[in-house]
């Protein structure tokens, strides 16, 4: 299958390319940028005029919820959601139900994945057994059944001993460790950031030293063991000023930061809203402002968009009862948009962050679109405005913060391995 | 954003919190409830027909019988009819949810709901999710809020010292967990009060908690320096576990209000407390029952300003 995508604003930041510049695809492959090459015959064009043609994202925590959870989500619809919002890789945090801790069980979701011919799936396996910190998962034989890293989730590993024996296990692989930085003592309980907002609502709180306890620790083991770090979910001034200094000493440490910190603080809980409820908890503006200089400096290397279906019922309760998380993969493109637009950033900067570097993250060759590179491509109308109604979400998650809201940037294309997996209308 | 409690005409609508409640509905409650109580002698009385033939449902996830009966009380004074749910007892244990549980209700043609539940944004989730016609009163939600406590608190503060422009008031304990400084606080300081104080450890202290408009006071001497009004607050027992305090006697030691600490405030200061009190661990029973001791009236008010929250949401012009 020959595609030629014409007339776009090709943008590859991996390749610092932004130019009007047609796309050619054969064989899931990008054949050639630019001219068509001789005897290239299309089977396919897109018209791409006034469309923006990208990598396709590349989301580093987006839970699909299988196995276990399928009453939230499965597979099904949140890679529907996946391919609706451009996102055409996503790494899969282990916290299922089972957790992703025995190789039979990435097999099975892999091969699920992978029957949908859609988005790719790359699961995160579990760093500890069942979640539950104290013994090690057989990192080598998941990593054989395609983990691309090892992780705990948002389930806490208190014993220092066991992370110290993780990362060492993990580095004799050369395997990266994700963390989520929270102190589960300082967390216990809490549901919001401890600052003006719980105050004001009565709500337990969470400390920013929560963060950048937990963060000191897992820097300082890193350091001792030379395993390949990525901090999960940065939300604080002095955990993003934490990771700066760890980087100009030149510890191997990636950081993310999900979209919600970053367009969102403590004052969107506003009347105890729930949809506002999330982990890591919003914190102040002051931390939002952090975060954003911490991803134009290069401290923070990617936003992803923390997907987390959570079904109506978990949430339609008081502020503190309701489960966190929130849906967000058709929100990813368009929050990104938003913060690079705010930031005066370029384009490819801004999508820079949501492509090229959390593939880099991952290992994979991905998130750019080089002659030889996988077909896997975002088109989209960097002007369409849209607003967020959860009945039109294609994920079974339907609550966001950002209901109601108005966004711009809508995805008109989504190829996956040179297939056209996502098509949508300009708004009627 | 929207204020929940108020509707499109700016009347009350729900009372959930007073935190953000235009001070000319704070003083007509007062003005209100003033017009329950005998002009001799400050008795309440006996029984008015307002809100006749409307019910009022007390709805409490959370036990509570002193707060129950006062709005009971001035409910039957209303002539309204008063189902109580103890709801902490029944459904919510066999699994059903809160949305559920007030689904129910409404399906029971409940004019008004008085909500008390353990978790904050409670009552503001229920008026949410309720008809318009149907009223919420937050009698208490987790660490949050409680709006008629704190008018109650209001009332007696104007009855004893007339204003509040030129006020110095020093809440004392445990400020972290309280909805009631909470709500104390929002309206002391919409109604005026120049100078609120807090004394507490900072093991009892929210973070920022002086941007709520307080100054932060950790020893009893300076705290109640010439203020002319003290708010003791109950000290729940649990937080001797969870390494909040270490014993009943050193906190009664630093923080329980004795006549030697009282002796630092006004000579006309008053005392208040929002019952039930720990003796001997907040508060000493010479204070308490001392003649600076106001407790018993709050008591009396409290019924006069539930009275007149009800009939004010009810429409009733008075």
């Known amino acids: 299958m020959n595609i030629h995508i014409k007339n776009g604003r090709l943008i590859d930041p991996k390749n610092n390319l932004d130019a009007q510049q047609d796309l050619f695809i054969t064989a899931g492959k ?114 054989d059944a395609g983990c691309v890293a090892f992780s705990q989730a948002d389930a806490p590993l208190t014993d220092t001993r066991v992370l110290l024996r993780a990362m060492q296990y993990a580095a004799t692989f050369g395997f990266s460790v994700w963390l989520r930085p929270q102190d589960s003592f300082l967390a216990r309980n809490g549901v919001a950031h401890d600052g003006e907002v719980a105050t004001r609502c009565g709500l337990p709180a969470i400390p920013v030293s929560a963060e950048t306890i937990a963060l000191a620790t897992m820097l300082t083991l890193a350091h001792d063991t030379g395993v390949k770090l990525h901090i999960c979910r940065i939300s604080s001034a002095a955990g993003v000023e934490m990771i700066r200094v760890a980087k100009q000493q030149g510890l191997a440490v990636t950081c993310d930061v999900s979209m919600n910190h970053v367009h969102l603080s403590e004052m969107d809980i506003g009347f105890f809203d729930s949809n506002c409820h999330l982990a890591p908890p919003l914190r102040s503006l002051r931390d939002r402002a952090a975060l954003r200089a911490g991803l134009q400096d290069g401290t923070i290397d990617a936003i992803c968009s923390n997907h987390a279906p959570v079904d109506d019922d978990v949430k339609q309760l008081p502020f503190a009862e309701a489960e966190a998380g929130a849906t967000g993969l058709e929100l990813l493109l368009p929050l990104v948009l938003k913060w690079g637009q705010q930031e005066h950033l370029a384009l490819g900067d801004a999508l820079a962050k949501a492509t090229s570097q959390p593939a880099q993250i991952l290992g994979l060759d991905a998130g750019h679109l080089s002659v030889g590179a996988a077909a896997d491509v975002c088109v989209f109308d960097p002007e369409a405005y849209w607003k967020v109604e959860p009945a039109a979400l294609k994920s079974q998650g339907k609550n966001t913060p950002f209901t109601g809201l108005e966004m711009q940037g809508r995805v008109r294309y989504t190829l996956v391995d040179g297939k056209v997996v996502y098509q949508s209308g300009p708004a009627a | 954003m929207k204020n929940p409690q108020l509707n499109k005409h700016g009347e009350l609508q729900h009372l959930l919190t007073t935190e953000g409640l235009p001070v000319k509905i704070v003083r007509d409650i007062l003005d209100r409830a003033a017009t329950f109580l005998d002009a001799a002698d400050g008795r309440e009385i006996s029984k008015v027909p307002l809100l006749h033939g409307k019910s009022v449902f007390n709805v409490f996830f959370e036990n509570s019988t002193r707060t129950r009966t006062t709005f009971e009380i001035a409910a039957k004074r209303l002539s309204a009819d008063v189902v109580n749910l103890n709801i902490g007892s029944s459904s919510t244990s066999k699994g059903e949810t809160l949305l559920d549980t007030v689904d129910n209700l ?79 606080i929002h309206a002391l300081t919409t109604l005026g009060v120049p100078e609120v104080r807090v004394i507490a450890p900072k093991t009892l202290l929210p973070a920022m908690v002086e941007n709520l408009g307080v100054r932060v006071y950790h020893d009893m001497a300076q705290g109640l320096k010439d203020v002319d009004v003290v708010l003791m607050l109950r000290l729940q027992n649990e937080r001797m576990q969870g390494a909040a305090l270490p014993s009943a006697q050193e906190y009664f030691k630093y923080y329980g209000l004795t006549e030697e600490k009282l002796a630092h405030a006004q000579p006309d200061a008053i005392v208040m407390h929002p019952g039930p009190m720990n003796r001997g661990i907040e508060i000493d029973s010479s204070v308490a029952d001392g003649p600076r001791s106001v407790i018993m009236s709050q008591v009396t008010f409290g019924i006069a300003v539930r009275m007149a929250v009800m009939s004010m949401l009810a429409g009733v012009k008075v």
């Open chain 1, 30 to 143: 990008v054949l050639a940028v630019g001219t068509a090459p001789a005897g290239f015959v299309a089977d396919s064009v897109i018209d791409a005029t006034g469309l923006v043609v990208a990598p396709g994202l590349v989301d580093l925590a987006a839970r699909l919820r299988e196995p276990g959870y399928e009453y939230k989500a499965t597979l099904e619809s949140e890679i529907e959601a996946a391919v609706a919002g451009g996102v055409t890789s996503l790494a899969y945090p282990p916290d299922t139900d089972p957790p992703l801790d025995e190789p039979g069980l990435v097999e099975m979701l892999k091969h699920r994945a992978r029957n949908l011919h859609q988005t790719h799936v790359y699961p995160i396996g579990a760093l500890t057994a069942a979640l539950h910190g104290q013994e090690l998962t057989e990192m080598a034989e998941l990593a």
């Open chain 2, 106 to 184: 409404c399906a029971m043609h409940a004019d008004m709901f008085v909500v008390r539940h353990a978790q904050s944004g409670a009552p503001h989730f229920i008026a949410r999710h309720v008809a318009p016609e149907v009223h919420v009163i937050n009698a208490g939600d987790g660490r949050h809020a409680h709006p008629t406590q704190a008018l109650l608190d209001m009332f007696t503060i104007r009855h004893y010292k007339k204003e509040f422009h030129n006020l110095r008031v020093a809440i004392v304990g445990d400020i972290l967990h309280s909805r009631v400084a909470r709500s104390q």
